[in-house]
């Protein structure tokens, strides 16, 4: 079985790295034979922003998959032509937008920040009085990892924020003062049956993912969350992994994002759960019956933003697995992470406190 | 990091995938594009019994390592020229030859079965008179998987094994009525660090190995087992995964063959252990620290001979790995193997009891 898959990032990388014990072969679509997923699978040289490419790449593959978000969606429909794509399209448009993603997450009495679409500076100011501050004004569409956002405080920012933004469609959310993040990871094959990771909690630094550990939830907010993903799965016909992010507040969780696709909170499922969610992604596209979700004990994830630290003093400690994606050294770009397996939360918290200040130093080392 | 593996096949295949997240890159030498290692990774086209051809792979990368056992030692030291070559050498040599890998176990005491070697019919008949039948005739080099070998039951067999084998050099081992059949696998990194795997437990079947379960030694056993594996690998300055299989008889280790590379035998290791042996075949010979070597509760790999079982049954069942190393089906030809994970022995011995079945019916289909 050959899939192919739009992007040639990390999550592509680790998705055939999963699925080649599966017998699987991999062709990606991407700009250079220097990508984390060439570097490990086949490559077809084109951007995955054109439909003439997406269309070479769905001749040679039997199944489409994609490892971006930002694939133009009216493009991968054309051109995928006879060619399965999963996670459907219809999804994929779904969580390019923020507010066609805010009435999802509504349709499914998911609650959300409060918000309004915003397409002018007077719909802004008319938004900040609805909503007071702070809030959050955000691009629709293109954004992430805290890029395309600006924070609104007081009333002196409002200018600020809308010459940084203006000329795309916005949304301002309310902000939620969180007590913390957490995300959940789900699976769904094509006929039916669902699987749940362990909510993760996630800490981000200057909008970008730092720390993931799981399992972090209660089994009341855990099963909350459950039920509204596999909501949203099942309303779409979902295939493969879906993830949605959220803000935990007073016990509350209020959906923030939704990521159709294998999501970077879930790094730590490759040796911290019975099955990693790469692996239950093919599945679930394929079809296949899931693997187990259960956890091996406790497990974090720490991303690695810049430069990799060195191999040896991070695999000096026991259960503790490097990863570098073949990625070229660039401030704050994600070029890997390090996973920490251990059986009881204390020692992973205390092999997080040593961990950390190392992955930062090689960070600020340039 | 550029790592040269000289043979592309299973072995070389999982030693990639485990050392992609460690940021390696990875080139094979081997006669096609479509073996199971140049399916995941470079390839350097050519006959890996060629100094001309090794020498080509040498100069593309900064480490040598192979996944064939019969790599003509000469041309490896020749064609390596300044690239480090581990495991080294010399301990190949050794292991290629069934008489000097005897006298190898025998300068470290280790016990093996009574042996002659064997260069006329005149020197087997002496042979047979001194240690008597059952015996087993064997090349002395180049056999695997049962082949090469004769059973001398009765004089009538003499001469049929004789003339079977002639030819070559032979050497004559007394028959070891064993109990059992278990391997050791152990890692030493280059500066003297050594790690050792539980005890697996072997099942052949037409010489072929079907079935390891692990962990499979009493503590008496497995600690007699790794002293003498230690012994080894410091005699030789050993870096990399080293296996010594062993009959079990009485309570005693009889030693059988040593092997110079991640065995079949630990392919359990991939979900079975907290490091699989690929990974740490990569640490010894990189000289990093090596991983822990702790077993994930009770593990059994099961081999897949001639034809894969389709995907669908076999990962129905919780915790149930597939590996597909992208062969064309031949008969008696390793395709791959299923590892199954449980926390207790009966359970996975309940798991077996059900997937043999459905293996071996898969095998037959053709």
Same mark, same amino acid.
């Given at each position: 079985m050959s899939i192919g898959i739009i992007?040639?990032? +990390?999550?592509g990388?680790?998705m055939a790295?999963?699925g080649?014990?599966l017998g699987l072969r991999f062709t990606f679509l991407?700009?250079?034979?220097?990508?984390?997923?060439? +570097?490990?699978?086949?490559?077809?040289?084109? /951007?995955?922003? +054109?439909?003439?490419?997406i269309?070479?790449l769905a001749g040679e593959v039997e199944l489409l998959t994609y490892?971006?978000?930002?694939?133009?969606?009216? =493009?991968l429909?054309?051109?995928a032509g006879d060619t399965p794509v999963h996670p459907a399209? =219809?999804?994929?448009?779904?969580?390019?937008?923020?507010?066609?993603?805010?009435?999802?997450?509504?349709?499914?009495?998911?609650?959300?920040?409060?918000?309004? !679409?915003?397409? #002018?500076?007077?719909?802004?100011?008319?938004?900040?009085?609805?909503?007071?501050?702070?809030?959050?004004?955000?691009?629709?569409?293109?954004?992430? /990892?805290? %890029?395309?956002?600006? *924070?609104?405080?007081?009333?002196?920012?409002?200018?600020?924020?809308?010459?940084?933004?203006?000329?795309?469609?916005?949304?301002? $959310?309310?902000?939620?003062? *969180?007590?913390? $993040?957490?995300?959940?990871?789900?699976?769904?094959n094509r #006929?039916?049956?669902?699987?749940?990771?362990?909510?993760? $909690?996630?800490?981000?630094? /200057?909008?970008?993912?730092?720390?993931?550990? &799981? !399992?972090?939830?209660? !089994?009341?907010?855990?099963?909350?969350?459950?039920?509204?993903?596999?909501?949203?799965?099942?309303?779409?016909?979902?295939a493969g992994?879906?993830?949605?992010?959220? *803000?935990?507040?007073?016990?509350?969780?209020?959906?923030? $994002?939704?990521?159709?696709?294998?999501?970077?909170?879930?790094?730590?499922?490759?040796?911290?759960?019975?099955?990693?969610?790469?692996?239950?992604h093919l599945r679930g596209i394929l079809d296949l019956?899931?693997?187990?979700?259960?956890?091996?004990?406790?497990? &974090?994830?720490?991303?690695?933003?810049?430069?990799?630290?060195?191999?040896?003093?991070?695999?000096?400690?026991?259960?503790?697995?490097?990863?570098?994606?073949?990625?070229? !050294?660039?401030? %704050? %770009?994600?070029?890997?992470?390090?996973?920490?397996?251990?059986? /009881?939360?204390?020692?992973?918290?205390?092999?997080?406190?040593?961990?950390?200040?190392?992955?930062?130093?090689?960070?600020?080392?340039?």
């Amino acid at each position: 079985m050959s899939i192919g898959i739009i992007g040639a990032g +990390q999550l592509g990388r680790m998705m055939a790295l999963a699925g080649y014990p599966l017998g699987l072969r991999f062709t990606f679509l991407d700009k250079s034979k220097d990508t984390p997923g060439a +570097q490990v699978g086949d490559i077809v040289l084109g /951007d995955f922003m +054109q439909a003439e490419d997406i269309r070479r790449l769905a001749g040679e593959v039997e199944l489409l998959t994609y490892d971006v978000e930002n694939v133009p969606v009216q =493009a991968l429909r054309e051109a995928a032509g006879d060619t399965p794509v999963h996670p459907a399209p =219809a999804i994929l448009e779904a969580a390019q937008d923020r507010l066609d993603e805010k009435q999802a997450f509504a349709r499914h009495g998911i609650e959300t920040a409060p918000y309004r !679409p915003v397409d #002018s500076k007077e719909a802004l100011e008319t938004a900040i009085e609805a909503l007071g501050m702070p809030a959050v004004l955000k691009r629709r569409r293109l954004g992430y /990892d805290g %890029r395309g956002q600006h *924070f609104i405080r007081a009333a002196a920012d409002i200018e600020t924020a809308w010459e940084a933004l203006k000329g795309a469609p916005l949304i301002l $959310e309310g902000f939620v003062d *969180f007590d913390r $993040e957490v995300s959940l990871i789900g699976v769904r094959n094509r #006929s039916g049956e669902t699987a749940f990771y362990p909510l993760s $909690e996630n800490s981000h630094e /200057d909008g970008i993912l730092r720390l993931s550990v &799981a !399992p972090a939830g209660q !089994p009341a907010l855990q099963s909350e969350a459950e039920t509204q993903l596999k909501a949203l799965m099942e309303d779409h016909g979902y295939a493969g992994i879906l993830t949605v992010e959220y *803000f935990e507040k007073d016990g509350r969780l209020i959906a923030n $994002e939704m990521a159709p696709r294998v999501h970077n909170s879930g790094h730590w499922t490759i040796e911290g759960a019975a099955t990693s969610q790469f692996e239950n992604h093919l599945r679930g596209i394929l079809d296949l019956p899931l693997g187990s979700t259960r956890p091996r004990g406790h497990a &974090a994830m720490i991303n690695c933003l810049g430069r990799m630290p060195a191999l040896e003093p991070v695999i000096r400690f026991a259960d503790t697995h490097y990863h570098d994606y073949g990625k070229s !050294p660039r401030p %704050r %770009r994600k070029l890997g992470h390090i996973t920490v397996v251990r059986d /009881d939360r204390a020692s992973l918290d205390a092999v997080i406190t040593e961990l950390m200040p190392l992955i930062k130093a090689a960070e600020g080392g340039e």
